[in-house]
T-cell receptor
Framework: DVKVTQSSRYLVKRTGEKVFLECVQD?????MFWYRQDPGLGLRLIYF???????EKGDIPEGYSVSREKKERFSLILESASTNQTSMYLC????????????????FGPGTRLTVL | GEDVEQSLFLSVREGDSSVINCTYT??????LYWYKQEPGAGLQLLTY?????DMKQDQRLTVLLNKKDKHLSLRIADTQTGDSAIYFC????????????FGSGTRLSIRP
């Protein structure tokens, strides 16, 4: 059974702290993604990675960075947490771009609900 | 840029049909998806449709695509309490097949 796991379900941090969110997939997928989910705004892409040590900015990268040292692990880093980063964070993975004419399913982890006080 | 829009809430009576609507802007969309998010869980792919199709049926689910109007709908027949969830419409295109653009999600609630 395919699986994406995230290190914590719930996390409470203080303003200014450095926060690490970890995501691991066991499907040997090339692509990994970090989204944040906020009510009424849906899923917004923060960063994604197509390969080890490769990263690309998504739609809302400000205040975040990522690390992909191993194929199965993709970390999201909040360098200095702020209250407006309180949100649900979802990690996803998908196989390498299958090419034209093929759909590409993303597999999601259960999410980490982060509260920044 | 690309945009996917859907209403935020829908309430239906148990046993009735639910219809969730979505509009998108990217005319180069190749696949359109419906993802389901149950309480406390991540998203899971429910169904998808290729852009050259106008209908797809899978048991209680019917997906209708009007490519001219860029309108997608998901019909759930005989809605059950287990169908309570947030449903996300999404699309991907040839230019960026690995990236998926998600809508805001529609929260479906079932009343007895």
């Amino acid at each position: 059974d395919v699986k994406v796991t995230q290190s914590s379900r719930y996390l409470v941090k203080r303003t200014g702290e450095k926060v690490f969110l970890e995501c691991v997939q066991d499907m040997d997928h090339e692509n990994m993604f970090w989204y944040r989910q906020d009510p009424g705004l849906g899923l917004r892409l923060i960063y994604f990675s197509y390969d080890v040590k490769m990263k690309e900015k998504g739609d809302i990268p400000e205040g975040y960075s990522v690390s992909r040292e191993k194929k199965e692990r993709f970390s999201l880093i909040l360098e200095s947490a702020s209250t407006n980063q309180t949100s649900m964070y979802l990690c996803a993975s998908s196989p390498k771009n299958p090419g034209q004419g093929t759909y590409n399913e993303q597999f999601f982890g259960p999410g980490t609900r982060l509260t920044v006080l | 840029g690309e945009d996917v829009e859907q209403s935020l809430f829908l309430s239906v009576r148990e046993g009735d049909s639910s219809v969730i609507n979505c509009t998108y802007t990217d005319s180069s969309s190749t696949y359109l998806y419906w993802y389901k998010q149950e309480p406390g869980a991540g998203l899971q792919l429910l169904t998808y449709i290729f852009s050259n199709m106008d209908m797809k049926q899978d048991q209680r689910l019917t997906v209708l695509l009007n490519k001219k109007d860029k309108h997608l709908s998901l019909r759930i027949a005989d809605t059950q309490t287990g169908d309570s969830a947030i449903y996300f419409c999404a699309e991907s295109s040839y230019s960026s097949a690995s990236k998926i653009i998600f809508g805001s999600g529609t929260r479906l609630s079932i009343r007895p």
